[in-house]
């Protein structure tokens, strides 16, 4: 995405702050450190100024451990969108604008991680429809990536490497205008 993005003189840098697991607001009970609210506000801290901040979570939110709705999940969302906009960054620090990007749909996890998602295909459901009413409850942009993709047709749960680059190439005229 960002090379699409370097067009004359401007120039991206993407920061990525990727985490196997990590869910909305929730822990896990197995891995420590996998709660995105935690700790939120340092990392935007860390990375400030920022120009925008891409969330795409919830799909942990659903492994079988938990029994979370979409709701739940799109609640523990809105929270890391406040943990963003109130992170203590300096004074005079610009609030990035935020692009919730709803996660494709769950599909009959399967494979050896399909015990950890069990269930997480009909708990999940909704999840789109849910992120699109916290982006306009925040103000924030919203992008449904169901719609230009699927979960993983290996595991049922992830984006596989073609689905990323379709995603990337999707998002970047969306990045784009929020830039």
Known sequence: MHNALNVGDL???VTEDCLNGRRTAFDDPYKPGRNALVGISQVIEAQSPLDVVIL??????????HPHSAWHSAAGLAS???????????????VPPILL????????????IGPKFAGGDVASRGLSDAIRQVSEDTGCAFF??????TSSTVDGVHLDADQHEILGRVLTPVVADLL
Not at 56 to 65: C, E, I, R, V, Y
Not at 80 to 94: D, S
Not at 101 to 112: K, V
């Open 11 to 13: 120039r991206i840098r």
């Open 80 to 94: 890391v969108i406040n943990a963003v906009r109130t992170a203590p960054t300096e004074p005079g620090m610009p």
């Open 101 to 112: 990007t709803a996660p494709p749909q769950l599909d009959d996890p399967r494979g050896p």
């Open 144 to 149: 449904d990536a169901n719609s230009v993709t």
């Open 56 to 65: 795409l979570l919830g799909t942990n939110d659903f492994q079988s451990m």
